[in-house]
């Protein structure tokens, strides 16, 4: 995840901001994110993923494997991270991947 403040999230999502504020809370509860302050606007928090959360990231890849392989017939889904591309049944995510900067994206 790139965006980390919640404006940013809702835009690149779509989500109706009553839901994804309720999905962000759960999130929190559950570990998978964390609320800090933003280290350009310290008087805001910005939602980040916790080492729990970036653990999922193999979990997910192997999703989209699946899902690819089994469910569809448009292009397959890639894990993006700020320029490069993770894609589904390479080997374990490095350090770079662990970043809480994933997203998914359509090739």
Same mark, same amino acid.
């Given at each position: 995840?790139?965006? %980390? $403040?919640? $404006?940013?999230?809702a *835009?690149? @999502?779509? +989500?109706?901001?009553? /839901?994804?504020? +309720?999905r962000? *809370?759960? #999130?929190?509860? =559950?570990g998978?994110?964390?609320?800090?302050p933003?280290?350009?606007d310290? $008087? %805001?928090?910005g939602?980040?993923?916790?080492?729990?959360? !970036? =653990?999922?990231l193999g979990?997910i $890849?192997? #999703?989209? !494997?699946?899902g690819?392989?089994?469910? @569809?017939t448009?292009?397959?889904? *890639?894990? /993006?991270h %700020?320029?490069h =591309?993770?894609?589904?049944?390479?080997?374990a995510p @490095?350090a770079?991947?662990r970043?809480?900067k +994933?997203r998914?994206?359509?090739?």
């Amino acid at each position: 995840m790139g965006n %980390h $403040r919640f $404006r940013q999230i809702a *835009k690149n @999502t779509g +989500a109706p901001t009553d /839901r994804l504020s +309720a999905r962000l *809370k759960s #999130l929190v509860a =559950d570990g998978v994110l964390e609320r800090r302050p933003l280290p350009d606007d310290p $008087r %805001h928090d910005g939602y980040y993923l916790t080492e729990a959360g !970036r =653990d999922l990231l193999g979990v997910i $890849r192997e #999703l989209l !494997r699946w899902g690819d392989r089994w469910l @569809t017939t448009s292009p397959p889904m *890639k894990l /993006r991270h %700020h320029d490069h =591309d993770f894609t589904p049944g390479r080997s374990a995510p @490095t350090a770079a991947s662990r970043s809480p900067k +994933a997203r998914c994206t359509r090739m």
